[in-house]
Nanobody, 121 residues
Framework: HLVESGGGLVQAGESLRLSCSVS????????LAWFRQTPGKDREGVGS???????FYGDFVKGRFTVSRDFLKKTLSLQMNRLRPEDTAIYYC?????????????????WGQGTQVTVST
């Protein structure tokens, strides 16, 4: 079970932090990830953390976003800095079992409901 929070409306250049609360068994053996989607486009990988705490990022991130995981609190976070209008999207938290954490949506069977992020000019 995945529940996102922290979305909202911000201006370009500002920051926003998203959180995802994760519940279930053996979560330490899961990879967790953030994806985003805008109408008419495919779901896009933002960042992920493997169960070995390795991180992966989408090419567009370019150092602006940081994904982190708290194994004790069972949360996944996404710190987004220097936001741009093109970052406007619904952001989803996702989970998968196993060692892989590459940002392929088809590899993640578990998804949250999403949280809207809107960046104005």
């Amino acid at each position: 079970h995945l529940v996102e929070s922290g979305g909202g409306l911000v201006q370009a250049g500002e920051s926003l932090r998203l959180s995802c609360s994760v519940s279930g068994r053996d979560l330490d053996l899961y990879a967790l990830a953030w994806f985003r989607q805008t109408p008419g486009k495919d779901r896009e990988g933002v960042g992920s953390v493997s169960w070995l705490n390795m991180t992966f990022y989408g090419d567009f991130v370019k150092g602006r976003f940081t994904v982190s995981r708290d194994f004790l609190k069972k949360t996944l976070s996404l710190q987004m800095n220097r936001l741009r209008p093109e970052d406007t999207a619904i952001y989803y938290c996702a989970a998968r079992e196993g060692t892989g954490a590459r940002l392929y949506p088809r590899d993640f069977p578990y998804w949250g409901q999403g949280t809207q992020v809107t960046v104005s000019t």
